[in-house]
């Protein structure tokens, strides 16, 4: 069985496009699994595949209520804009002011790979969107001003 670990900002792979995933299976419910636990043993609330170094695209959220996980996801539409401060697990003590949608329409395929389409809001919209930036190699400081940008990186310990 593949060993998934935690990958930290400046691994390369943070920064690869995952591939789409359109057979589900054993091995996806396992990555799924091994994702939820890295999760929340770090505290987390959400998690990219190529955050544990596997180019798929799959993400899981779980703002405390209940584990969403999606295969293949995709965002169909988006509502509102909305700044907030976020984190990101293989970006440790690292806070960037990030816009995102409100609310976004997403289509992905669940466990069983059954196809669905979810309206989703608030906490839970922004963590999806989050993620999603992860499977195209898109990280929080990418959306920095460039004056925070700086500023960031100069605090990152690489
Ligand atoms: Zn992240």
């Known amino acids: 069985m593949k060993k998934y670990e935690l990958k930290l900002y400046p691994d390369p792979v943070l920064r690869e496009g995952s591939s789409p995933v359109t057979k589900v ?28 170094g596997t180019l798929e695209r799959v993400i899981i ?24 401060e976020e984190g990101c ?6 806070v960037v002011n990030v816009e995102r949608k409100q609310s976004v329409f997403v289509r992905y395929l669940d466990k069983n790979e059954k196809e669905k389409e979810s309206e989703l809001n608030g906490l839970t919209a922004r963590v999806i969107q989050h993620e999603i930036d992860h499977l195209n190699g898109v990280l929080i400081i990418d959306h920095a001003a460039l004056s925070e940008r700086l500023n960031v990186i100069s605090k990152l310990k690489i």
């Open 25 to 52: 299976d054993g091995s996806t419910r396992h990555l799924i699994k091994k994702m939820s636990k890295i999760t929340y043993q770090n505290q987390g609330i959400g998690l990219a595949a190529p955050q544990v």
């Open 89 to 94: 697990l293989s970006l440790p003590e690292t």
């Open 61 to 84: 959220a779980d703002i405390g209520e209940g584990l969403i996980s999606m295969i293949s996801p995709e965002i169909l539409t988006g509502f509102g804009e909305d700044f907030l």
